[in-house]
């Protein structure tokens, strides 16, 4: 446990400098990789990518308020495909430990444990950041998709998820990434995260 706490207090540390480094034009940003995971359409012609973290208040609030009826619209519907990158803002130990358990919980289930996550927020911020109460939370969530402590501990605590997990959140910062959410339509960044927003961008991507 000893070397998972310093593995997580190292990608914390990342998540709180997500402002450092310089914005980077990167023309692969819009480009679909076999390590991303996908909801929806693989072939739609329109793709969003969001830049967000289980551990970001606002992308809690996009996933609440936006996410629900932009699935329903358009994701089911086959008319987007949509791609969710993690990066570690928000509280860096929870984001390591919810994305890890995203990972691991196997691509069916993928989206449905960054869901559960993004909700439970709720709960786990109840008091604030500075006054978290998240263990018991995580776990819960973890038992709920079939993990127990020892199996969750091992997600959590896995050297090469680790590194990759990093390597996610520095290449989100070489693209010029600076905050969450951040969302891109095919490509052009969104300055604005509400429906009629993405829909706009949706029309003037076709």
Same mark, same amino acid.
């Given at each position: 446990m000893k070397k998972? %706490?310093?593995a997580v207090m190292v990608l914390a540390f990342a998540a709180g400098?997500?402002?450092a480094a310089a914005p980077v034009a990167v023309p692969a940003l819009a480009t679909v990789t076999p390590?991303?995971?996908v909801l929806g359409n693989p072939k739609a012609r329109i793709t969003i990518i969001e830049y967000g973290s289980v551990a970001c208040p606002a992308c809690a609030q996009f996933n609440e308020a936006v996410m629900p009826q932009l699935k329903a619209k358009y994701i089911d519907t086959g008319k987007v495909r949509y791609v969710f990158r993690p990066m570690l803002t928000g509280v860096g130990t929870i984001a390591v430990a919810g994305t890890r358990l995203? +990972?691991?919980a196997g691509k069916d289930k993928y989206f449905a444990v960054i869901d559960a996550m993004m909700r439970g927020q709720k709960e786990y911020y109840a008091w604030g950041e500075s006054n978290i109460i998240a263990r018991p939370v995580l776990a819960k969530i973890a038992q709920s @998709? %079939? @993990?127990d402590e020892a199996a969750f501990n091992a997600c959590a605590g896995d050297a090469n998820g680790l590194r990759q997990l990093q390597s996610q959140h520095t290449a989100a910062l070489d693209a010029g990434v600076?905050?969450?959410p951040t969302l891109y339509v095919n490509g052009k960044i969104l300055e604005?995260? +509400?429906l009629a927003d993405i829909e706009a961008a949706i029309a003037a991507a076709k």
């Open positions: 998972l %706490g310093i400098n997500v402002m390590a991303d995971h995203a +990972e691991c @998709f %079939g @993990f600076r905050s969450t604005r995260h +509400e």
